[in-house]
Nanobody, 125 residues
Framework: QVQLVESGGGSVQPGGSLRLACEQR?????????IAWFRQAPGKERQGIAA???????AVADSVKGRFTISQDNAKKTLYLEMNSLKPEDTAPYYC??????????????????WGQGTQVIVSS
């Protein structure tokens, strides 16, 4: 069982930056795993933003490439999403998701087992 707790959301102006964090509260150590960021704006399908594996392999969606960076601190069991040059269309709740025992960069939400409650990002002038 993996509990995920997101933080770092907020309200910023276009062009601004935010850093999201996802703390993984888990007792078990997984040698292989995948963890990712998703977002779902109202009335839209959930969108995979970025993923990273236990070995550090990453993938980033084309819509945010060059603006968003995914990283992790294994010692702190914390996932990060650095978001720069934010646009109004980036507005959404952002969720992290965990997939145990498989190290594969994948932005398909159906493969992830555990989800956090989300943190809201609002980009508006």
């Amino acid at each position: 069982q993996v509990q995920l707790v997101e933080s770092g959301g907020g309200s910023v102006q276009p062009g601004g930056s935010l850093r999201l964090a996802c703390e993984q509260r888990r007792q078990r150590t997984y040698p292989y795993y995948s963890i990712a960021w998703f977002r779902q704006a109202p009335g839209k399908e959930r969108q995979g933003i970025a993923a990273i594996t236990s070995s550090g392999q990453t993938a980033v969606a084309d819509s945010v490439k060059g603006r968003f960076t995914i990283s992790q601190d294994n010692a702190k069991k914390t996932l990060y999403l650095e978001m720069n040059s934010l646009k109004p269309e980036d507005t959404a709740p952002y969720y992290c998701a965990f997939r145990a025992s498989v190290a594969e960069v994948n932005l398909d939400d159906s493969v992830y087992n555990s989800w956090g409650q989300g943190t809201q990002v609002i980009v508006s002038s």
